[in-house]
């Protein structure tokens, strides 16, 4: 069974510790309102800012011939993106003329996961309940196992050698007839597998150094011994499960790739196919420490730029207000197309920040008020009760407090908006206040009336008989 950790809080450390952290609310207020303002004015700022591009850019009809009337000006142009400069890995020998070469590199690691589960005990004390399971991943840095809390896995993690992430650029790369600046470069993402051609005596050092590792760790020619994992029923939320198969997708196409690759070369523990080399004795079924090297490369690509020309190359566009644009897109677009693609971009974010702001503002909120829930904690049923409601509460607090901040911010650039978003905060201020008061005053109402004597209730009177029927006079003629 998965190894589980149980910790017990007592009750005069929790409510300690919830004292605490109002402190840490208000900082975290502070710090979220000021990304709410900051967000608002990069956000009319970046909108102004692309409007003026928009109004201010001309095409740029040919930039494989220099235009000196375009000097100064802001262009969308098309053309290829190109190099002369060639690249290097020192570490393994291998090159390529490329706009940039990239290598990445990957570990199999033991991976502890954890997941915990708290309950209120009568009393006010917490007992948390951490449960740990391990799986073997491919990560992009080598993991401590020495810290895992099962000893089993502990010390079960090696690397048969270690490599660090590398990325070269070229300082030359042209567009048409001009060169395009740094920033622009690093925008190009035409990314294609690197055939490797690594040298065999290379390859045949490298083998012995991953050998001499392996033996070290596993010992001479055995099989690595690792712990019995115990049967788990383990249900993966669906964006956990899109990400497994997704990995899985890129290890299996990586496999595929160095099986049918043209370029292999094999040794016990290192093997070169494709734009991989591995290190482990077998690529398609991995062991603990195995290593995994990808090279890819930056090849030349139609793009798009646009940017203001300086002479030969460009530089970024300075708006009225200060803010600074420059893009390079893949492919042929026009410059509508690259103002409204930012436009877009710009309004997402703005919205990504916003509800980042507000989220903050009201975990901000729990954390000044949470100690009240804490100090009932003595009775559970009675703090889950008024927990529940502190937390309606602060989520209304906290988003009358994000509108207004956000209104207030919008104050300076868009009044009418401002107007409305005080308008609806101070609604949801009179439905709270008033309204809820109303509401309060109506149940207790109801609670007085259910409580008050009530009158002892009357029989209802007996029906009277009916009256006998009368007979009727005659009157007889003597």
Same mark, same amino acid.
């Not at 596993?218 to 997704?246: E, F, H, I, R």
């Not at 062991?287 to 930056?298: A, Q, S, W």
């Given at each position: 069974?998965?190894?589980?950790?149980?910790?017990?809080?007592?009750?005069?450390?929790?409510?300690?510790?919830s004292?605490?952290?109002?402190?840490?609310?208000?900082?975290?207020?502070?710090?979220a309102?000021?990304?709410?303002?900051?967000?608002?004015?990069?956000?009319?700022?970046?909108?102004?800012?692309?409007?003026?591009?928009?109004?201010?850019y001309?095409?740029?009809?040919?930039?494989?011939? /220099?235009?000196?009337?375009?000097?100064?000006?802001?262009?969308?142009?098309?053309a290829m993106a190109?190099?002369?400069?060639?690249?290097?890995?020192?570490?393994?020998?291998?090159? #390529?003329?490329?706009?940039?070469?990239?290598?990445?590199?990957e570990?199999?690691?033991?991976?502890?996961?954890?997941?915990?589960?708290?309950?209120?005990?009568?009393?006010?004390?917490?007992?948390?309940?951490?449960?740990?399971?391990?799986?073997?991943?491919?990560?992009?840095?080598?993991?401590?196992?020495?810290?895992?809390? &099962?000893?089993?896995?502990q010390?079960?993690?090696?690397?048969?050698?270690?490599?660090? &992430?590398?990325?070269?650029?070229?300082?030359?790369?042209?567009?048409?007839?001009?060169?395009?600046?740094?920033?622009?470069?690093?925008?190009?993402?035409?990314?294609?597998?690197?055939?490797?051609?690594?040298?065999?005596?290379?390859?045949?050092?490298?083998?012995?150094?991953?050998k001499?590792?392996?033996?070290?760790?596993?010992?001479?020619?055995?099989?690595?011994?690792?712990?019995?994992?115990?049967?788990?029923?383990?249900?993966?939320?669906?964006?956990?499960?899109?990400?497994?198969?997704?990995?899985?997708?890129?290890?299996?196409?990586?496999?595929?790739?160095?099986?049918?690759?043209?370029?292999?070369?094999?040794?016990?523990y290192?093997?070169?196919?494709g734009?991989?080399?591995?290190?482990?004795?077998?690529?398609?079924?991995?062991?603990?420490?195995?290593?995994?090297?990808?090279?890819?490369?930056?090849?030349?690509?139609?793009?798009?730029?646009? #940017?203001?020309?300086?002479? &030969?190359?460009?530089?970024?566009?300075?708006?009225?207000?200060?803010?600074?644009?420059?893009?390079?897109?893949?492919?042929?677009?026009?410059?509508?197309?690259?103002?409204?693609?930012?436009?877009?971009?710009?309004?997402?974010?703005?919205?990504?920040?916003?509800?980042?702001?507000?989220?903050?503002?009201?975990?901000?909120?729990?954390?000044?008020?949470?100690?009240?829930?804490?100090?009932?904690?003595?009775?559970?049923?009675?703090?889950?009760?008024?927990?529940?409601?502190?937390?309606?509460?602060?989520?209304?607090?906290?988003?009358?407090?994000?509108?207004?901040?956000?209104?207030?911010?919008?104050?300076?650039?868009?009044?009418?908006?401002?107007?409305?978003?005080?308008?609806?905060?101070?609604?949801?201020?009179?439905?709270?206040?008033?309204?809820?008061?109303?509401?309060?005053k109506?149940?207790a109402?109801?609670?007085?009336? /259910?409580?008050?004597?009530?009158?002892?209730?009357?029989?209802?009177?007996?029906?009277?008989?009916?009256?006998?029927?009368?007979?009727?006079?005659?009157?007889?003629?003597?």
């Open positions: 069974m998965a190894y589980q950790e149980v910790t017990t809080t007592g009750y005069g450390t929790r409510v300690g510790n004292f605490k952290s109002i402190g840490s609310g208000f900082v975290l207020l502070i710090a309102t000021a990304l709410l303002w900051w967000n608002e004015g990069r956000a009319v700022k970046t909108a102004k800012m692309l409007e003026e591009a928009g109004s201010a001309v095409e740029m009809p040919n930039p494989d011939k /220099k235009d000196a009337s375009l000097d100064g000006e802001l262009v969308c142009g098309t190109t190099t002369e400069d060639s690249l290097s890995d020192a570490q393994f020998g291998i090159g #390529a003329k490329a706009i940039a070469l990239k290598r990445r590199v570990y199999y690691q033991w991976i502890e996961h954890s997941e915990s589960k708290s309950e209120d005990k009568l009393g006010g004390k917490e007992v948390t309940t951490t449960t740990y399971t391990y799986s073997k991943e491919w990560v992009s840095s080598p993991v401590e196992s020495g810290q895992f809390k &099962d000893p089993a896995y010390k079960l993690n090696t690397v048969l050698t270690t490599y660090e &992430d590398q990325d070269q650029w070229a300082e030359n790369v042209t567009f048409g007839a001009y060169k395009l600046n740094e920033s622009l470069i690093h925008s190009i993402s035409s990314r294609e597998a690197m055939n490797l051609a690594i040298n065999e005596d290379l390859l045949a050092q490298l083998d012995k150094s991953a001499t590792a392996y033996e070290r760790f596993y010992g001479v020619k055995q099989q690595p011994v690792q712990p019995a994992q115990p049967t788990q029923n383990v249900v993966l939320s669906d964006s956990a499960k899109a990400v497994a198969d997704s990995l899985q997708a890129v290890n299996d196409s990586i496999n595929k790739a160095m099986a049918n690759a043209e370029n292999k070369k094999d040794f016990e290192v093997h070169q196919a734009n991989v080399l591995y290190f482990g004795r077998v690529p398609g079924s991995p062991e603990v420490g195995d290593v995994r090297v990808t090279f890819e490369k930056i090849v030349p690509a139609k793009v798009t730029v646009m #940017a203001v020309v300086d002479g &030969d190359t460009f530089k970024a566009f300075k708006a009225k207000n200060g803010k600074r644009f420059q893009t390079l897109v893949m492919g042929k677009k026009t410059g509508d197309e690259i103002i409204e693609d930012a436009q877009d971009a710009n309004s997402t974010w703005t919205w990504i920040l916003r509800i980042v702001g507000i989220m903050l503002v009201i975990s901000a909120f729990k954390s000044i008020f949470g100690f009240l829930e804490t100090i009932l904690k003595v009775v559970p049923f009675i703090a889950n009760i008024f927990g529940f409601g502190v937390g309606i509460v602060c989520t209304i607090l906290g988003v009358v407090w994000s509108l207004i901040v956000i209104a207030l911010a919008w104050l300076f650039f868009r009044p009418i908006l401002a107007i409305c978003l005080i308008a609806i905060a101070g609604f949801l201020v009179w439905v709270f206040a008033f309204k809820g008061k109303d509401k309060l109506e149940l109402a109801k609670a007085s009336n /259910k409580t008050a004597p009530q009158p002892a209730p009357v029989a209802p009177a007996a029906p009277a008989e009916p009256a006998a029927p009368v007979a009727p006079t005659e009157n007889t003629e003597a």
